[in-house]
């Protein structure tokens, strides 16, 4: 039985993926690719833009910088690895490997969970009440906000993974899924899981159905606020709020779904559908929601845009003028 176990833990899985050998597959592929190659732009342009302007040096941008790192580092665990299998044919994945990805998946979408929540208390407080934001949204207030998010999210994984990897995989090492995800894992196992599917259930309420309520709460909140506001600043608000809950509902509708059913009702397609949305749709779009639609943003971006210009006319007429003086010894 030992023997038995510790060759469990010693072998490689093979993930199935998202991808054959047909050509909608390859298709597909490119789709993926080009999502992962615009979400890492994306979110590094803003996370540079946070750090040079210091305008935006507020606690909502600061909370933005700390969503794309998370995004960032989300679809990196989960991509790259997906791009490798498709060019080598190859799709296995070491048990550390695994555990490495369901560690930083998890970390990355419970953090991400509870950072929402804190950005829409964020927006409540800059809306709802102006004049008590610069006391209850101080910079060590963000900070706060912002580590919590990430150590109750590291927390939270640490905790599930050492969980999960203990179980013995008896059946077949095929996890019907593009990444190592929790529910797609239990299916391997030859034991019942039913007393931690129990506990998956109850962290699904502390990340999820709490966070959602927090952030569906302010949003009503803000809406009533804005519909005393003059029309002009009202559809502009009205805008920003629906494009804000369009992205939240995608993030946490099909996240809810997979992690708060039970396993006798997961089908391996629909998870994987589902999985796109909150793993890599979203960290595409987060960026343009929330950032780039905002006129702080485009004005940051067109002065560094403008800054360089003039920094390289700079350099050109120090160039023409060492040319000058040189002709001329």
């Given at each position: 039985?030992?023997?038995?176990?510790?060759?469990?833990?010693?072998?490689?899985?093979?993930?199935?993926g998202?991808?054959s050998?047909s050509?909608?597959?390859?298709?597909f592929?490119?789709f993926?690719?080009?999502i992962?190659i615009?979400?890492?732009?994306?979110n590094?342009?803003?996370?540079?833009?946070?750090?040079?302007?210091?305008?935006?040096?507020?606690?909502m941008?600061?909370?933005?910088s700390h969503l794309?790192f998370?995004?960032i580092?989300?679809?990196?665990?989960?991509?790259?690895k997906?791009?490798?299998?498709?060019?080598?044919?190859?799709?296995t994945?070491?048990?550390?490997?695994?555990?490495?990805?369901?560690?930083?998946?998890?970390?990355?979408?419970?953090g991400?969970?509870?950072?929402l929540?804190a950005?829409?208390?964020?927006?409540?407080?800059?809306?709802?009440?102006?004049?008590?934001?610069?006391?209850?949204?101080?910079?060590n207030t963000?900070?706060?906000?912002a580590?919590?998010?990430?150590?109750?999210?590291?927390?939270?994984?640490?905790?599930h993974?050492?969980?999960?990897?203990?179980?013995?995989?008896c059946?077949?090492?095929?996890?019907d899924h593009?990444?190592c995800e929790?529910?797609a894992?239990?299916?391997?196992?030859?034991?019942?899981?039913?007393?931690?599917e129990?506990?998956?259930?109850?962290?699904?309420?502390i990340?999820?159905?709490?966070?959602?309520?927090?952030?569906?709460?302010?949003?009503?909140q803000?809406?009533l606020?804005?519909?005393?506001?003059?029309?002009g600043?009202?559809q502009k608000?009205?805008?920003?709020c629906?494009?804000h809950?369009v992205?939240v509902i995608?993030?946490?509708?099909p996240?809810i779904?997979?992690?708060?059913?039970p396993?006798?009702?997961?089908t391996?397609?629909?998870?994987?559908f589902?999985a796109?949305?909150y793993?890599?749709?979203?960290?595409?779009?987060?960026?343009?929601?929330?950032?780039?639609r905002?006129?702080?943003?485009?004005?940051a971006?067109?002065?560094?845009?403008q800054n360089?210009?003039?920094?390289?006319?700079?350099?050109?007429?120090?160039?023409q003028?060492l040319?000058f003086?040189?002709?001329?010894?």
């Open positions: 039985m030992m023997e038995n176990e510790n060759h469990t833990f010693s072998s490689d899985f093979i993930l199935l998202l991808f050998s050509q909608t597959s390859q298709v592929f490119s993926i690719f080009f992962f615009m979400t890492i732009t994306e590094a342009l803003l996370i540079f833009l946070i750090h040079r302007d210091s305008r935006l040096h507020t606690p941008y600061f909370l933005l794309s998370m995004d580092l989300h679809i990196s665990n989960i991509v790259p997906m791009i490798a299998d498709f060019f080598s044919g190859s799709r994945i070491s048990f550390a490997g695994c555990g490495f990805q369901i560690f930083l998946s998890l970390t990355m979408l419970g991400e969970c509870l950072l929540a950005m829409s208390y964020d927006r409540y407080v800059a809306i709802c009440h102006p004049l008590r934001y610069p006391v209850l949204m101080r910079d963000s900070g706060f906000l580590s919590g998010s990430w150590l109750v999210g590291v927390f939270n994984s640490i905790v993974i050492s969980l999960t990897l203990r179980f013995p995989f059946h077949s090492r095929a996890i593009f990444f929790i529910p894992m239990l299916k391997l196992s030859c034991v019942d899981t039913a007393r931690y129990r506990g998956v259930y109850v962290s699904g309420i990340f999820l159905l709490i966070p959602f309520s927090i952030i569906s709460i302010s949003y009503v803000i809406l606020t804005v519909f005393q506001m003059q029309s600043a009202r608000s009205l805008s920003t629906s494009f809950m992205v995608m993030y946490y509708g996240f779904f997979t992690y708060m059913r396993r006798s009702y997961h391996p397609g629909q998870d994987k589902l796109i949305f793993t890599i749709l979203t960290p595409s779009l987060n960026p343009i929601i929330y950032s780039f905002n006129k702080d943003v485009l004005v971006v067109k002065n560094i845009v360089n210009f003039l920094n390289k006319k700079r350099i050109e007429k120090y160039l003028s040319s003086i040189n002709s001329h010894s």
